[in-house]
């Protein structure tokens, strides 16, 4: 009797463990972009560095260079300018959206669920911030929240290697 309590109570734990799972079946990437509650993981990312000016582009899947210039493939994008305070890297610190890229401001261009050279939609977005958290020439990790003109978030984030180009 004893072994069969043990027995009912071993299967009554496992069914309240597994019943208890997350339901959600959405992706959880630590590289990403999210939009119109579509998430794409980011796995590429590409950096050209000048002094005071640090260009950013991260690609999704199915976004690729091509050697002799340009991209090709479907998938997202995005492209970050940035007018920072050092010569060889992206300044750790909160950027804001400015035309005139003043110190500490960012101009982005996303590109969102998009066939490069066919078609393509490029939200241009006006607002919002990104916030860098640690940064080294050729590595960054950052969040982003930016407004496209529709008024919904373009939210992300990248912590990884950058490759310089």
């Given at each position: 009797?004893?072994?069969?309590?043990?027995?009912?109570?071993?299967?009554?734990?496992?069914s309240?463990?597994?019943?208890?799972?997350?339901?959600?079946?959405?992706?959880?990437?630590?590289?990403?972009?999210?939009y119109?509650?579509?998430?794409?993981?980011?796995?590429?990312?590409?950096?050209?560095?000048?002094?005071?000016?640090?260009?950013?582009?991260?690609?999704?899947?199915?976004?690729?260079?091509?050697?002799?210039?340009?991209?090709?493939?479907?998938?997202?994008?995005?492209?970050?300018?940035?007018?920072?305070?050092?010569?060889?890297?992206?300044?750790?610190g909160?950027?804001?959206?400015?035309?005139?890229?003043?110190?500490?401001?960012?101009q982005?261009?996303?590109?969102?669920?998009?066939?490069i050279?066919?078609?393509?939609?490029?939200?241009?977005?006006?607002?919002?911030?990104?916030?860098?958290?640690?940064?080294?020439?050729?590595?960054?990790?950052?969040?982003?929240?930016?407004?496209?003109?529709?008024?919904?978030?373009?939210?992300?984030?990248?912590?990884?290697?950058?490759?310089?180009?």
């Amino acid at each position: 009797m004893k072994k069969k309590l043990q027995f009912l109570a071993i299967i009554l734990f496992s069914s309240l463990i597994f019943s208890c799972s997350s339901d959600d079946n959405s992706a959880s990437y630590t590289n990403f972009i999210s939009y119109d509650n579509d998430t794409k993981e980011l796995v590429k990312g590409y950096t050209t560095v000048e002094p005071y000016y640090v260009e950013v582009v991260l690609f999704s899947e199915g976004i690729d260079l091509i050697p002799t210039g340009g991209m090709q493939g479907s998938g997202a994008m995005i492209f970050l300018d940035f007018a920072t305070n050092s010569e060889d890297r992206l300044g750790v610190g909160t950027y804001t959206f400015d035309d005139n890229l003043d110190i500490f401001a960012y101009q982005p261009s996303v590109y969102y669920n998009n066939t490069i050279g066919t078609s393509f939609v490029q939200l241009y977005c006006m607002n919002g911030t990104v916030e860098v958290i640690e940064s080294e020439p050729d590595w960054v990790k950052l969040t982003f929240d930016i407004i496209a003109p529709d008024g919904k978030h373009i939210t992300g984030s990248w912590e990884g290697d950058l490759i310089v180009l």
